[in-house]
């Protein structure tokens, strides 16, 4: 993560919205943050962390409540807004909150009003749920992790030292991304197991199942199917037998069944005899009367057709006499309106109109109307006029005292002194300077006080090892007489007269007294022992000197040199007096000149307000000036046109200067009356005209029509002529026919129609008839001739059928039995074989649930993660312990157990292991910034959120300068081995020589302005 952009506003102290480019303040790679205490540097680092994560770490701690944005809003602004812009890989993300103060429930409440998430220019969030998504997913950190490892708040610096070891595991787990390790893994290796051991639970039911399937059962089944297959061969050659016995039987029978049926049939058709001879005679008398029914339809064809024309005929004589009456009364009514067009011309003339008058008379009138509007705009001008010319006088002599009024205010400032603060500046840092000294000196005398008991305890163990050292001395020098005794005497005593000394090479040897007892291995023993005394005296010896040499140049380095003076106790009393008595006239400088800036303050505020008040008058005053000329030259303008309109007027005719307008405006409206009736004339006029046109064009029309009418009459007559001839004819046919086929009537005729479907019919059913006579008599002479001479009887057949039963049966139940015993034995079969895999899979889910289980026990409880998160632990702490053995030149290195608890190991105070809360103020901070500097580092490299910063917010305040020298050299080098950016945020005026690039941060001026930030 990169920082680009900041904006706040309604922050804290900052009022107006100030940006941070933080870009530019990156370039070097190292800046600073400076300001006096409570300016609002801090204020910066919770603005990225509510844009990030919509909280502020400060918030729960004012208020008790996480989401307290409220208590942060400045109270001279009634909205919050912050507007972040940082790089994440190749990615820009922009984020914006606003928010604005509303009511709920009577309290005021601070409502989130925009939340917007834009990453490379697309909108990805627009809620604060879905920004918070967005940032889970794509930043990687939860606040907590942000404010622990890369952005470090006051008071934030030593919470990851103080985590307790689950906790520590917990967030190296999420920022490292190992959850994959972890809750998620042993998840899935449960499932894993829990499947393999419901498969082998499975598996063992089906086996058991399984386990009645045996060879020995599936043998005697095989036996018992030969034997069903012998006994269905001896009974298929029984049924064979009465097989064919049966079907000679049936064949009679089905015989003697026909021959009786053949009989029943003749008889039928006897009884049909009658009904085919009366269906014979209505098919005959059918087509008679079918022959007739061609010319029956066509007369009363003619006849309808001669009813239709009749009744078109007497139609066409009504319309005929319609359309005449029609003529009649049109040529009336065009009579009528001629005589009403010939009234109508002689009254409009008698009507008087004339156009030009009316037309001077619209002329005349709009004059006079303007000229009464132009005398009553000058009077009202005039009437203006005088008041502003009054009003005028009134803001030249008010100007005039107030211009008096400012120059005696100007004059009373040039005589007030001015305002410096370069004196109250000067006793500050003064202030300031000998704080920084008198702490300096308080914390360094009470370390040295315990470096001097320290040192003391540290001689006096010395000059004990000292003089246990030449005790051990002695101890040797007399151990190694008694090994020399020992071994002359033993030398001595295996020597032989004239034998060689292997020592001085005499050949006579001396006799030697021996009065110990002592055996010489015990003393090469205990010369062993001494000796590993000796070695360990010497080593703790040795070590005692150099934690010695070391407290002497940490006491020595502990000294504070003021004004090129080691500081004492009379310097030390004489500082604090100087302090006190340099805040006591800060305060009253501080007071007079407070008093001094709030006089000049309200002289300040009178020269504006009567600057503006003068400025106020003088417009005003050119505003009247404006005004009375522009109404001195519309007074001119009124005059010169009531001047024109007389004269116009004049022109027009004398008379109508003394007629009065009503009058003008009554003659103007007779002209207008009588204009409107001459229009109303004409108008009525023309459409009689119109009427007139209209029906001399319907009677033309209509009488087209009747001469169409006429032809069609005489057509009509025609026709009805030519259909009497024919139906004469057609009626003289129907009697001869009738005589033909003795029919007396013509409904007698209607009577005998028959359609050709049942003509059909009748004619198919007398033929069908005939041959079924003829057929059945062959038939019967057939039948009797095969059935004559052979024997039959109910009982004979009766007893062939239940044989023929009974051998089916038993052969089709001998059939299935065997069925069954083939299915049973290839199901035992396959069961036998089914029964052998599984028992071989069994095997194989057994091996593989027993790997899965055992891996299962490993990982439960979460013993692969704590491995994996100590190991990175241990990691860190290398890394970090490298850093802090360097700043403390090799007094510390850090050291973490197996539950992750941090201790410190002192190797000025032999090698002792103390955990992290028992450091001082300024060690603690020393541990936690090199942890958190190790963290970021490792996230840079190895984390799932590439940061390229890391932020850090006071803490400085507890170091020495040596201490501080040391802990910005790792800073420096830990920026240029990794390429990251590394903010500061401090007041230590100390830093600001040390950094390039700066950003200043000024105090709030309350009533005037809020915090102003700019890059130096």
């Known amino acids: 993560m990169r920082p680009l952009l900041l904006e706040i506003e309604g922050l804290q102290s900052y009022e107006e919205r100030q940006v941070i480019d933080f870009e530019k303040l990156c370039q070097n790679g190292l800046f600073g943050i400076f300001g006096e205490t409570g300016s609002g540097k801090s204020t910066i680092l919770d603005a990225m962390i509510l844009a990030l994560y919509a909280e502020i770490p400060r918030g729960a701690e004012i208020s008790g409540e996480k989401n307290s944005i409220k208590n942060f809003l400045n109270i001279s602004s009634k909205k919050l807004e912050v507007y972040f812009k940082f790089a994440l890989d190749e990615n820009i993300y922009e984020i914006t909150r606003k928010y604005a103060l509303g009511k709920s429930k009577g309290e005021d409440v601070l409502n989130e009003k925009v939340t917007l998430l834009i990453r490379n220019g697309e909108l990805l969030a627009d809620s604060k749920t879905k920004l918070a998504k967005v940032i889970a997913d794509d930043f990687g950190l939860s606040m907590d992790d942000f404010t622990r490892t890369v952005v470090l708040p006051q008071g934030k610096f030593s919470e990851f030292v103080k985590l307790k070891g689950s906790d520590k595991r917990a967030m190296l787990e999420n920022i490292f991304n190992m959850e994959r390790y972890g809750k998620n893994l042993q998840i899935k290796i449960k499932r894993e197991a829990d499947r393999w051991k419901q498969k082998d639970e499975e598996l063992n039911v089906e086996l058991e199942e399984l386990e009645s399937i045996t060879p020995e059962g599936i043998e005697l089944l095989e036996k018992e199917k030969a034997l069903k297959e012998d006994e269905v061969k001896r009974k298929q050659q029984e049924q064979q037998e009465i097989e064919s016995r049966y079907h000679e039987l049936k064949a009679l029978k089905e015989e003697i069944d026909k021959y009786n049926q053949y009989l029943e049939k003749q008889r039928a058709l006897e009884n049909q005899k009658a009904d085919i ?37 007497q139609e066409l004589e009504l319309k005929k006499l319609s359309l005449n009456s029609q003529i009649e009364k049109l040529e009336k009514d065009i009579e009528i309106q001629k005589i009403e067009i010939s009234q109508k011309e002689k009254e409009k003339s008698q009507i008087y109109f004339d156009k030009s008058e009316e037309d001077i008379l619209n002329e005349v009138i709009r004059y006079r109307g303007n000229l009464q509007y132009e005398r009553k705009n000058l009077e009202n001008d005039l009437k203006e006029l005088e008041a502003s010319k009054k009003e005028g006088e009134n803001c030249t002599q008010e100007l005039a005292h107030n211009l008096e009024t400012l120059n005696l205010k100007k004059k009373e400032l040039e005589e007030t002194p001015n305002i410096s603060r370069e004196i109250l500046d000067k006793y500050r840092d003064k202030i300031e300077e000998y704080q920084r000294v008198i702490r300096d000196y308080k914390e360094k005398s009470s370390l040295k006080l315990s470096y001097l008991e320290k040192l003391e305890d540290l001689e006096r163990k010395l000059v004990k090892l000292s003089d246990e050292e030449k005790e051990i001395d002695n101890e040797l020098e007399s151990l190694e007489e008694r090994r020399k005794e020992n071994l002359a005497y033993e030398l001595a005593k295996n020597l032989k007269e004239g034998e060689a000394c292997p020592v001085c090479g005499s050949v006579h040897h001396i006799k030697v007294e021996h009065n110990s007892c002592e055996d010489i291995e015990k003393i090469q023993k205990d010369l062993k022992i001494v000796n590993e005394r000796k070695s360990k005296n010497i080593a703790e010896i040795g070590k005692l000197q150099g934690s010695i040499t070391s407290f002497k140049e940490s006491i020595k380095n502990l000294d504070v040199v003021y004004e090129e003076r080691v500081i004492d106790e009379i310097f030390y009393q004489d500082l604090v007096a100087k302090k006190i008595e340099l805040e006591s006239n800060y305060l009253s400088e501080q007071q007079k000149l407070a008093e001094l800036e709030e006089k000049r303050k309200e002289i300040n ?90 029906r001399t064009t319907q009677i033309a029309k209509i009488k087209e029509n009747l001469e169409t009418i006429k032809i069609d009459i005489n057509g009509c007559q025609v026709k009805i002529s030519t259909l009497n001839s024919r139906e004469k004819e057609i009626n003289e046919q129907i009697e001869g026919l009738l005589n033909k086929y003795h029919f007396t009537t013509l409904d007698e005729v209607r009577d005998g129609y028959i359609s050709e479907a049942e003509e059909r019919n009748y004619t198919q059913r007398i033929e069908s008839y005939e041959i079924s006579c003829r057929d059945i008599a062959t038939l019967l002479n057939d039948s009797r001739n095969r059935v004559e ?109 197996n539950e992750c608890d941090f201790y410190v190991i002192d190797m000025f105070n032999d090698g002792v292991k103390r955990r992290v809360a028992t450091l001082s103020g300024g060690e603690v901070f020393i541990v936690s910034l090199c942890l958190a500097l190790t963290l970021s580092k490792q996230l840079q490299l190895k984390g799932k959120t590439p940061l390229e910063f890391f932020f850090l917010d006071e803490g400085f305040g507890s170091l020495d300068s040596r201490l501080l020298d040391k802990v910005m050299e790792a800073i420096e080098g830990i920026r240029r081995e990794e390429n990251i950016n590394i903010g500061i945020i401090t007041h230590l005026e100390d830093l600001k020589v040390r950094i390039d690039k700066k950003l200043q941060v000024e105090r709030a001026i309350p009533g005037e302005r809020g915090t102003k930030v700019r890059i130096i």
């Open 789 to 897: 001479g052979k024997e039959f009887s109910s009982e004979i057949w009766e007893e062939v059928l239940t044989l023929k039963e009974e051998i089916k049966d038993e052969v089709l139940n001998t059939y299935k039995r065997i069925e069954q015993l083939s299915s049973e034995i290839n199901l035992q079969k396959a069961k036998l074989n089914e029964f052998k895999e599984k028992k071989e899979l069994q095997k194989e889910i057994r091996k593989k649930r027993s790997m899965v289980e055992d891996l299962n026990k490993k990982f439960t409880k979460g013993r692969f993660l704590n491995f994996l998160t100590t190991k990175k632990l241990k990691g860190i702490i290398e890394n970090a312990s490298y850093y802090i053995n360097k700043i403390t030149n090799g007094k510390y290195r850090l050291y973490s157990d």
């Open 277 to 313: 001879e009366y269906i014979q005679e209505k098919l005959n008398r059918g087509k008679n009367a079918n022959e007739i029914k061609k010319y029956i339809d066509e007369s009363e064809k003619i006849q309808k057709e001669e009813s239709s024309l009749v009744k078109e005929l």
């Open 605 to 694: 505020n009178s020269i504006i307000q009567l600057n503006e008040k003068c400025k106020n008058l003088q417009s005003e005053k050119e505003k009247l000036n404006n005004k009375i000329e522009n109404l001195q030259i519309k007074v001119s303008g009124y005059k010169e046109n009531i001047e024109r309109l007389e004269v116009l007027i004049n022109n027009l005719g004398k008379e109508f200067v003394l007629i009065e307008i009503e009058e003008l405006e009554a003659k103007k409206d007779i002209l207008k009356r009588n204009y409107e009736n001459i229009q109303k004339y004409e108008s009525e006029i023309v459409s009689l005209k119109r009427d007139i046109e209209s």
